[in-house]
């Protein structure tokens, strides 16, 4: 091939080579409508309603760990998204996520299901992952949800779970939920255990509903776990 063809087809190789790069770069730093939509402008609106999603949870925690018979709470997509805004990131509880790179997480609700996304940067990566996910309590599995993968993708492209959800399980792991991974008409099931002492639960998760624009928790205290009445004090005896 004479030398002036040669240089010509490379350069239309890398010519191809460049455009495809830069295709493939627009793809994966797309962002979600859902996730932009999904965020909640700073204002005093928002930092109230992350309060009130923060209170909704707490409460519901002391209620669980005082053994309430009943103890739940309803929070709204607002709520959820407006708490990570204004202190997910303030909390321990994502300190293991930033490690792995992901952060801004914003959510979703609808019936059945949810969106997730939130920014995941490894450095050399960085895009937004979104999943379409189902979550529901596992049947005569006392405290166990199961969370179904529906969809993955990285900005616009398509992706395994995988590697993203093994991760995340490590992190779930070191809170003492157990997680296992199953395959379910192709797609990746997490079920994840929340109770480590599954022989003696003392509580029970009763319901978990995903509704439009809505999550609602439901438990209750078992009674065998209830705490023994305390004996009546005898009555004082003045001295004479």
Not at 90 to 115: T, Y
Request: glycine share 4%; charged share 20%; net charge positive.
């Amino acid at each position: 091939m004479p030398r002036p063809k040669m240089l010509l087809t490379y350069g239309i190789a890398m010519v191809l080579l460049a455009g495809a790069a830069t295709a493939l770069g627009a793809i994966i730093k797309h962002e979600p409508n859902f996730f932009r939509q999904a965020r909640v402008p700073a204002s005093d609106a928002r930092n109230q309603q992350a309060l009130e999603c923060l209170t909704k949870f707490s409460q519901m925690s002391v209620d669980k760990d005082a053994r309430q018979a009943k103890w739940g709470c309803d929070v709204t997509e607002a709520q959820m998204n407006s708490f990570f805004e204004e202190f997910f990131a303030d909390r321990g509880e994502s300190e293991g996520l930033r490690k792995l790179g992901v952060s801004s997480p914003s959510v979703v609700l609808e019936d059945d299901q949810l969106r997730l996304a939130f920014r995941y940067d490894s450095g050399w990566f960085t895009t937004v992952l979104s999943y379409q996910l189902k979550v529901w309590l596992v049947p005569k599995e006392p405290n166990t949800i199961a969370v179904e993968f529906m969809s993955a993708r990285a900005g616009a492209l398509p992706i395994s779970s995988q590697l993203i959800l093994q991760q995340l399980s490590d992190v779930a792991r070191k809170q003492e939920y157990k997680v296992n991974l199953y395959r379910h008409e192709g797609n990746t099931v997490a079920v994840i255990q929340l109770q480590p002492n599954e022989n003696h639960p003392w509580w029970l998760l009763t319901a978990l509903q995903v509704s439009s624009n809505k999550l609602s928790i439901r438990g209750k205290t078992l009674d065998h776990a209830l705490p023994a009445p305390q004996p009546k004090a005898p009555p004082a005896v003045i001295a004479k």
